[in-house]
């Protein structure tokens, strides 16, 4: 096959920029652009939540612009003398950069288009900042080969960005990086690499464990390998082909994985990092993994969200720039980051507590913002249920029986590629269980299903839910999908979380351990975190069965599941609280 001319490859994956850009926020700025396209004053809706006054001051911290943003195209030459395409914008007056020194932000480091940062950019250039967005090798204009999956390469031609900023005679010295998604992976890979002028970072909706959190969730193959290799970032389709394969030839956990996740570097991280995420977001669980392992050096704001669109910069259209306004905040969140730690300005402040955290409901942006030293809080009191024969869930150990459910691999509706959708119409079960009105077959067969009576107050479920089961397997394997769901009194079923788990994996991700069919095995499956209030009226529920289509891959094995009922099969909720 006739390979083609690198810029014409580039060209033909143009398709793939829309997908992109729509992951990171933003739709495309104009080749001109200075700087964010004027636009009415809106406000965004999350802003007018009920919330503590310190986090409501907090959230609304801005200030106005003091430059335009003057944009520039550069090439910067790494230390094997790959050149990398970036994107400069420097505050400046009448379409001429201002000589003066000022601080510097890596705004994004990825191989999604730099052209995606370019709002965001603009804004902190206003208002004094030097802000630079790169490609990186082997994508987009920069030159070299693009080294598959977070290589070493990658990470060091960070780092050389970070110092070949700071080292500029319009800069202080002092800089910061943030990025979404692959970008806020690169921003904490090279914190890691303690870069001397680097000084704090913002990753936002960041993987700590790629393979666990998107690939192989719980072991389980998922269909976002392939969706990487099809729509993902500007590379060759050779590059797309090649990581993808690396994916399949590594479903385990091992060192080409250990070797990309970013959970076993935190502990070399050094500067601090505010760490924005959604709790619908498939990478919903990296913030709590950094503020576990890094409590002191980590500030986690976590919202309503999926995957992008929830950061509104000031002064451009949300609707060109694919904003849920009334699901978003202002992303003057990050210019209080950076005025804090690189301006140095008096009125920039910290979070108001270590954790501000979005507690949501069954209607959309309806919820209130709470602020937490730790999380789950010190106060709060775990609660542990126990599903029962009929379908209940019970504060008690019930008497020990079985109830059997059929692996079904197509069982479904699970979310898209960005995460769980709850307020989605598409996302509700109740019809499906009731007439198997989707093609995915009957669900109310397919799963086991135990239900919480009606809550009479209001009450919040903040922390990491984890279904605790013991169940034996027809098949030498199976997949689990337990998913935590609010049942509403117009009797939609909404979902919350979801949690995966291969049978094989259950001792751990790295080696796989046969089961004997038949024999009672117990599982743990993790759901992950969440900040939810049930309504009077509403129930909680919890499911058990074998897929979600269409995230995961449809192979699971044949077979039945019996779940054993008694004191080893339980769901514990660890801050369960009512609130009257």
Request: proline share 9%; with cysteine.
């Amino acid at each position: 096959m006739t390979r083609l001319p690198r810029r014409r490859r580039i060209g033909a994956l143009a398709a793939t920029m829309a997908t992109a850009l729509t992951l990171a926020g933003f739709a495309s700025a104009p080749a001109n652009s200075t700087g964010p396209a004027p636009a009415r004053a809106v406000t965004p809706g999350l802003l007018d939540s009920p919330a503590p006054r310190a986090i409501h001051d907090w959230l609304r911290y801005d200030r106005p612009a003091e430059y335009e943003s003057v944009r520039s195209q550069i090439r910067v030459p790494m230390r094997d003398g790959t050149r990398i395409a970036c994107d400069l914008y420097r505050p400046g007056h009448d379409g001429t950069a201002d000589t003066a020194r000022h601080p510097s932000v890596m705004a994004d480091f990825t191989p999604y288009l730099r052209i995606a940062s370019g709002p965001r950019a603009g804004y902190l250039a206003e208002r004094g900042y030097n802000v630079l967005s790169c490609d990186v090798r082997g994508s987009g204009n920069s030159t070299g080969t693009f080294p598959s999956w977070f290589q070493p390469k990658e990470t060091t031609d960070n780092y050389d960005l970070i110092e070949w900023l700071a080292r500029q005679p319009y800069a202080t010295g002092d800089v910061g990086q943030m990025g979404e998604s692959y970008g806020s992976i690169t921003s904490y890979r090279a914190a890691a690499l303690k870069p001397p002028h680097l000084r704090a970072i913002i990753p936002i909706v960041s993987p700590t464990d790629i393979y666990a959190e998107w690939v192989y969730p719980g072991g389980v193959p998922s269909v976002n390998g392939a969706w990487w290799a099809n729509s993902g970032p500007v590379i060759s389709p050779e590059d797309h082909t090649n990581t993808l394969r690396g994916f399949q030839r590594h479903p385990l956990y091992d060192a080409y994985w250990k070797q990309a996740v970013t959970t076993n570097k935190l502990r070399d991280v050094e500067v601090p990092a505010l760490h924005i995420g959604g709790y619908f977001d498939i990478f919903k669980n990296g913030g709590f993994d950094a503020l576990e392992q890094r409590p002191r050096g980590t500030w986690l704001l976590n919202g309503p969200w999926t995957h992008g669109g929830f950061l509104h910069v000031p002064g451009t259209d949300p609707v060109t720039h694919g904003v849920d306004l009334p699901n978003a905040i202002s992303a003057s969140v990050v210019l209080q980051w950076f005025d804090h730690w690189l301006a140095k300005r008096p009125g920039a402040q910290l979070p108001p507590d270590r954790v501000i955290s979005y507690a949501s409901t069954s209607a959309k942006a309806s919820g209130r913002w709470e602020g937490h030293r730790t999380w789950p809080s010190a106060s709060a009191s775990g609660t542990r249920l126990y599903p029962t024969e009929d379908g209940a869930l019970a504060g008690s150990a019930p008497a020990a029986t079985g109830l059997r459910y059929q692996v079904n691999p197509i069982d479904g509706p699970s979310a898209d590629v960005t995460g769980t959708l709850p307020y989605d119409p598409g996302q509700n079960q109740a019809p499906a269980e009731r007439n198997g009105a989707l093609p995915n077959g009957n669900y109310a067969t397919n799963r086991a299903t135990f239900t919480l009576p009606a809550f009479t107050a209001n009450t919040t479920l903040a922390g990491p839910v984890t279904l605790h089961l013991n169940a034996s397997i027809s098949a030498e394997d199976t997949y689990f999908v337990s998913k935590l769901e609010t049942v509403l009194p117009d009797g939609r079923v909404l979902p919350i979380e979801t949690g995966y788990l291969r049978a094989q994996l259950r001792d751990s991700l790295e080696k796989a351990r046969p089961v004997t069919p038949g024999a009672p095995t117990q599982y743990t499956i993790a759901l992950g975190q969440t900040h939810w209030q049930f309504k009077p009226g509403e129930k909680l529920r919890v499911t058990i069965g074998g897929g979600d289509s269409p995230r995961i891959i449809p192979d699971n094995p044949a077979g039945s599941v019996t779940v054993h009922l008694g004191g080893r099969t339980y769901v514990d909720m660890p801050a369960l609280r009512y609130l009257g």
